[in-house]
């Protein structure tokens, strides 16, 4: 990651390589722009010319104006001004610095936290504009030989502030957002490493990798997972010659007899969908169904970088999903690691068996709540596309309090009720219950059937199969992973320890 630290100063006088400052749409400039207008006056008549009008994510660049001790004066169109939110802000940081990544600057200026955003704080804005100049930077080319490589990348940003006297709230907004950014480049890493590489027990080494004197991380291999008696995430690892791996995760950042917050993730490391065989079309996406394990992993890792005050429970069940000689088969009945039967009626619903084991054995440690993340369904990416994962859940409070953390993160979660009378469609004529719920409303009959492994613990479920990976890119993400379920969380425990 670059180097961001924060600074207050006139923009005339910085010397950076480039000095960023947003142009609103009908060139309407605000803050540290129109005060740099009236210092320097050339800017005025250069800008008459310009023929970008601050439509958003437009870049106009004036080079070597006099009065500028800057090479580059980058104006970067930030839309509509009455349009422009924390997230818009968010955006155009990850948009510019995609931009001075492309232009040869090897330091800027962004002159971007003293926009009209009216009902946000400063530390929000600081941390928006950082959030979003790490995550538009990252990358996955380790394989890549001949990178697209910059010969003079972008090292460092400096993100502007109109007063010295909030220089210690800004630091500790980029303190926030470092943490948020480390936790997500990890997941993503993590993710975007290929099925050859990324196998259960890599993945077991990554959260193993962790541990410290606030972190215990604790490695089950096959043999202690019979003993055990993880016997569904046992039956969906039989066509894998790759052994499965159970990790469990302790955090302390608070009294030892306060109840842990739960995170329970899907490690599928890769899911052909066993004898029920996926299509080829897009398999190799299937190397991304361990997402839900990738975001446990990175909002442990930005929970003890932040020091949050909560204690957390990591639980992580994780294998392959083969078709093979010893594989699980439809028809066959399968005993879960609470006792309940399950008579698999399709290989591909894995994820619920293997998770059905960890929350099970999570909601057994008492912990004050459970949430799961998991790319669950394919039916959820039909129901809400790539901008919301699913959520679904027992307890009113927590889902509301989730969707809150997901609106000001951004990384959203949008509700699916979870009503009784869904849960006939797990009904089973010979075992306890069946592993699918039949064509209609998949993602709920998933929740419904992972309902039954929590007892009566408040407990949400985030279905981010539709937003854990996007091949298109984003504005904020490379293409691949996203890291989607870090930030809600992440904001969400923060939330939760100090409301
Ligand atoms: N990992 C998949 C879900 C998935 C599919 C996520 C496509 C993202 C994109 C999961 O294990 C699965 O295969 N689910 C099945 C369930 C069905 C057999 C009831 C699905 O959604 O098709
Ligand atoms: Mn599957
Ligand atoms: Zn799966």
């Not at 096959?222 to 499965?244: C, H, M, R, W, Y």
Request: hydrophobic share 45%; charged share 25%; aromatic share 6%.
């Amino acid at each position: 990651m670059i180097e961001i630290a924060v600074k207050a100063g006139a923009a005339h006088k910085q010397r950076n390589d480039a000095v960023v400052l947003p142009m609103f749409e009908g060139r309407k400039l605000a803050g540290a722009a129109a005060q740099l207008v009236r210092e320097i006056r050339e800017v005025k008549g250069y800008l008459r010319k310009f023929d970008h009008l601050g439509t958003f994510g437009r870049m106009g660049v004036l080079y070597d104006v006099p009065g500028m001790h800057t090479p580059r004066l980058l104006f970067a169109g930030a839309g509509e001004e009455r349009r422009f939110d924390l997230h818009a802000l968010r955006r155009l940081a990850a948009r510019a610095a995609r931009w001075l990544q492309e232009s040869g600057a090897r330091d800027a200026a962004l002159y971007l936290t003293d926009v009209p955003l009216r009902g946000t704080t400063l530390a929000e804005r600081v941390q928006a504009v950082a959030e979003g100049v790490w995550l538009g930077l990252y990358r996955f080319d380790k394989y890549q030989g001949r990178k697209q490589e910059q010969k003079r990348p972008l090292r460092a940003v400096t993100i502007m502030i109109p007063s010295r006297r909030d220089l210690a709230v800004a630091e500790q907004a980029v303190t926030r957002a470092r943490a948020v950014a480390q936790g997500t480049y990890f997941a993503r890493d993590l993710a975007n490493e290929p099925g050859n590489v990324c196998t259960p027990e890599y993945l077991a080494e990554q959260a193993a990798a962790l541990a410290d004197d606030r972190l215990r991380v604790t490695v089950m291999d096959k043999k202690a997972i019979e003993q055990a008696g993880f016997t569904a995430l046992l039956a969906v690892n039989q066509g894998s010659d790759k052994e499965p791996r159970f990790i469990v995760l302790e955090y302390r950042g608070a009294d030892e007899d306060e109840a842990p917050v739960a995170l329970v993730g899907k490690g599928l490391t890769f899911d052909a969908g066993g004898i029920s065989l996926k299509p080829a079309a897009q398999m190799d996406e299937m190397k991304f169904d361990m997402c839900g394990a990738a975001a446990v992993l990175g909002t442990f890792r930005a929970a003890r970088e932040l020091a949050l005050p909560v204690n957390l429970l990591g639980v992580i069940a994780s294998t392959e999903n083969l078709p093979g000689g010893s594989a699980y088969k439809p028809g066959d009945v399968v005993r879960t690691y609470k006792g309940l039967t399950v008579e698999v009626q399709n290989t591909d619903a894995e994820g619920r068996l293997i998770l059905a084991d960890a929350l099970a054995y999570a909601a057994e440690r008492k912990p004050a709540e459970i949430i799961d993340l998991a790319t669950l369904t394919g039916a959820c990416v039909i129901a809400l596309g790539s901008q919301a994962s699913g959520l679904l859940g027992n307890e009113e409070r927590l889902l509301r309090a989730l969707r809150k953390a997901g609106e000001r993160t951004h990384d959203r979660v949008w509700p699916l009720p979870l009503f009784d009378e869904y849960q006939e469609q797990l009904k089973s004529k010979i075992a306890d219950l069946r592993n699918i719920g039949g064509r209609e409303a998949g993602t709920i009959t998933a929740a419904c059937f992972l309902s039954r492994f929590v007892d009566d613990i408040p407990w949400a479920h985030l279905d981010i199969a539709g937003t854990a990976w996007n091949m298109k890119g984003s504005e904020l993400a490379h293409p691949g992973a996203t890291g989607a379920g870090v930030r809600v969380l992440v904001e969400y425990l923060r939330m939760r320890a100090e409301p």
